[in-house]
């Protein structure tokens, strides 16, 4: 099964920008659909930014036009540049990879990301 370890949380101003990475392993990077989501104190986890099975990409009305979900296969790795952050996205972001046959999920530990001044 696929482990994944996000990274590049923090705190960061308002109108910032900040990049937070997912890095896979222990399974074949390819087999995984990724995507980031979210989860703000008191309330549920929401869907920020995903690759569908067809590598196209969706994301959360709230971050269109502001965050961008890349993948470089090479690597096994899954980012989410943020910009022109709000601190309404102060949140913990969870890194996800849903197996393309199985349909299992996994999740990472999460990063918290801060949008204070």
């Known amino acids: 099964q696929v482990q994944l370890v996000e990274s590049g949380g923090g705190l960061v101003q308002p109108g910032g920008s900040l990049r937070v990475s997912c890095a896979a392993s222990g399974d074949t990077f390819g087999n995984y659909v990724m995507g980031w989501y979210r989860q703000a104190p008191g309330k549920e986890r929401e869907l920020v930014a995903t690759?569908?099975?067809?590598?196209?990409?969706v994301y959360a009305d709230s971050v269109k036009g502001r965050f961008t979900i890349s993948r470089d296969n090479a690597k096994n790795t899954v980012s989410l540049e943020m910009n022109s952050l709000k601190p309404e996205d102060t949140a913990v972001y969870y890194c996800?990879?849903?197996?393309?046959?199985?349909?299992?999920?996994?999740w990472g530990q999460g990063t918290q990301v801060t949008v204070s001044s």
């Open positions: 996800k990879a849903r197996h393309r046959v199985s349909f299992r999920a996994y």
């Open positions: 690759f569908t099975s067809g590598s196209s990409t």
